[in-house]
């Protein structure tokens, strides 16, 4: 059969038709497949569900995006087999999770969210970012201390330098005359980038804060030691002596020295006063846990006592103190040299000298450091230089107290001689036979130091928080006597504390703006625009000023009340004992719908159970 060429290409075109449609049917075939084993949904309350199996990086990134509605844009690079079952997680997460494993990241900006290679991710990071330099100021750590403890949160770009240091000591020196040195407040200037730096400001928050204080009250006693004490006063301890048991301060002494003290009063063991070789004082002592003067009160009562000295020192935790009451002896210091001698006019400290250096520990606890010493001294001249001489008793000791308890150190003596010398005139001049008319009486005065030191924890924010209480109170008192005021009156003290509360608030000064606005309203409470500034700084309404201050104020005291004290009350008739008691405070509280909370308004009981 004869074929024509049109006839023929006709053909060939048809067999090529049909080759692509069963090709086209078979793509379309494998992509069924391929999306049956791949699927991705994200769910009404935005989580993502994903199972998907050995499928295309890039085409689980396209079912993301539409499933999401986020855009995504792939790098050229981005090429990997991802097999992943995800339920219930973010879209984040989901994207975070197939892209780590595979070595990728993403970075987002604005809309889009561009997926890279991790090593390219870094590089891009890496350009954008930029170091900066931010000043930290030091209120009580130390600057060359803040930088040493940064130190490992510095990148290798970082630096920290710290400024303003202070010379130790207090002894001006000739070089630093007419210096020009900057008074520098404590500073670290830091340079890193922005991550590190808010790791730094962190860290610096957290260890530049306020250190307690303590105050030491101390007292040096000097005691006459006789016959009847000539070991000194014995202070082997009764533990917690409580003075409040004696009968009277007056007669503490004698009630001491018979025994007659209640039995119920802790002592952990008891020694004897005064021990000698006539026999035992009878004097018994503790240790002095409150009502000092009734121990100075019985200690005199045993033998002449003086006070010395009674110094108040308030130093801050683990810092040193020195107290010193006695003499300095001026001596030349010679130094020669082999072209010139120099001479220079130094002191030897004597007398009574006390250092000590307290240590806070928890539960109101303090370690006292302590360094009593009692010295004695003289300058010897000699042939062309001068040598001093010193006789020292010292005891260096760390005892731990609780917070207003009184340490009690003796044991350091201190002898005075005093010769002399009576003759009757020529008589007792004339030899062998002047010796019948004249005598000699040689007197040792023997004395005993005694240090007694009361270490005290001040409460700083406690303190300061009663004081703004009292501030409160003093002005809500003040404004409340505004109904004895002419108008006029009124309406200038309320303005005066609109343009203040206006002023702090744009200042910045929220608390203190909201302070002021609230002495303005409980003058005239009817101010729409000091009532929208304190809704705006979240202010309580008004009226419930006052009792929110009472009952502030009420906690704080039951809070210093330690939990021993608090007694139980009594159980009822028929009650289990053991059961659980609650004890019932009364609470002022004002009458609903009060317009005015300030001085003089009516008040009502409300009561509030607490369990024990």
Excluded at 204 to 228: C, F, H
Excluded at 386 to 409: A, M, Y
Aim: hydrophobic content about 40%; some cysteine; overall charge negative.
């Amino acid at each position: 059969m004869h074929t024509s060429p049109r006839q023929t290409r006709l053909h060939l075109l048809l067999a090529v038709l049909l080759c692509a449609a069963v090709g086209a049917g078979s793509s379309a075939q494998d992509a069924v497949d391929q999306a049956a084993a791949s699927d991705v949904e994200v769910t009404s309350y935005g989580t993502v569900d994903m199972a998907v199996q050995d499928a295309d990086l890039v085409q689980v990134l396209e079912m993301l995006s539409m499933q999401g509605q986020r855009n995504i844009i792939a790098g050229r690079d981005v090429s990997a087999t991802v097999t992943a079952n995800l339920y219930d997680v973010t879209f984040e997460e989901a994207l975070d999770a197939i892209l780590r494993v595979n070595g990728y990241g993403y970075i987002e900006e604005g809309s889009f969210i561009y997926v890279y290679p991790a090593a390219r991710i870094a590089e891009i990071e890496q350009a954008r970012r930029r170091v900066e330099t931010r000043i930290f100021e030091l209120y009580y750590l130390n600057a060359t201390d803040a930088a040493q403890a940064i130190q490992p949160l510095l990148s290798d770009a970082g630096q920290a330098v710290p400024m303003g240091a202070v010379e130790e000591g207090f002894n001006p020196d000739e070089s630093d005359n007419g210096a020009d040195a900057y008074a520098y407040t404590a500073k670290i200037v830091a340079t890193d980038y922005p991550a590190q730096l808010e790791e730094i400001a962190a860290l610096l928050k957290e260890l530049d804060v306020s250190p307690q204080q303590v105050m030491v009250e101390a007292t040096i006693l000097q005691t006459k030691v006789t016959e009847n004490n000539a070991f000194g006063i014995d202070f082997s301890l009764v533990s917690h002596l409580n003075f409040t048991d004696l009968t009277s301060p007056l007669s503490a002494a004698g009630e001491l020295f018979s025994g007659d003290v209640k039995t119920d009063n802790a002592m952990a063991g008891t020694s004897t006063v005064g021990k000698s070789v006539n026999g035992n004082s009878g004097f018994k002592f503790g240790v002095v846990k409150d009502d000092f003067a009734i121990f100075l009160r019985a200690l005199d009562s045993v033998t002449d006592v003086t006070v010395v000295a009674r110094p108040k020192v308030m130093c801050l935790n683990r810092q040193r103190a020195e107290i010193l009451v006695g003499r300095r002896l001026g001596y030349l210091n010679t130094t020669q040299t082999e072209t010139s001698t120099t001479q220079t006019v130094e002191f030897l400290d004597t007398g009574i000298h006390l250092m000590f250096r307290p240590f806070i520990t928890p539960n109101e606890m303090i370690r006292m450091e302590l360094y009593p010493r009692l010295s004695s001294g003289d300058v010897q001249l000699e042939t062309n230089y001068t040598v001093p001489n010193e006789d020292t008793h010292e005891i260096f000791t760390n005892v731990r107290v609780q917070s207003g308890e009184t340490i009690v150190l003796g044991g350091l003596f201190e002898e005075q001689t005093t010769m002399s010398r009576e003759q009757v005139p020529l008589l007792g001049d004339i030899p062998v036979v002047g010796n019948a008319f004249r005598g000699q009486d040689d007197e040792t005065l023997r004395k005993e130091i005694i240090f007694l030191l009361t270490p005290s924890i001040i409460a700083d924010e406690r303190l300061w928080e009663m004081g703004e209480d009292g501030l409160e109170i003093l002005d809500a008192v003040r404004l409340g006597s505004r109904a004895g005021l002419l108008p006029f009156s009124r309406d200038q003290i309320t303005a005066d504390y609109n343009r203040d509360a206006i002023e702090a608030f744009r200042k910045g000064e929220l608390d203190l703006a909201l302070y002021y606005a609230n002495n303005s309203l409980r003058t005239a409470s009817v101010q729409p625009e000091m009532i929208r500034m304190r809704d705006t700084l979240g202010s309580t309404p008004h009226e419930a000023w006052n009792r929110n201050m009472q009952r502030r104020i009420l906690d704080r005291e039951i809070d210093l009340v330690p939990a021993d004290d608090l007694q139980p009350a009594p159980a009822a008739p028929g009650e289990a004992v053991g059961a659980e008691t609650s004890r019932v405070i009364e609470l002022p509280q004002l009458e609903s719908g009060t317009a005015d909370a300030g001085f003089g308004a009516k008040t009502t009981p409300v009561t509030r159970a607490q369990n024990d």
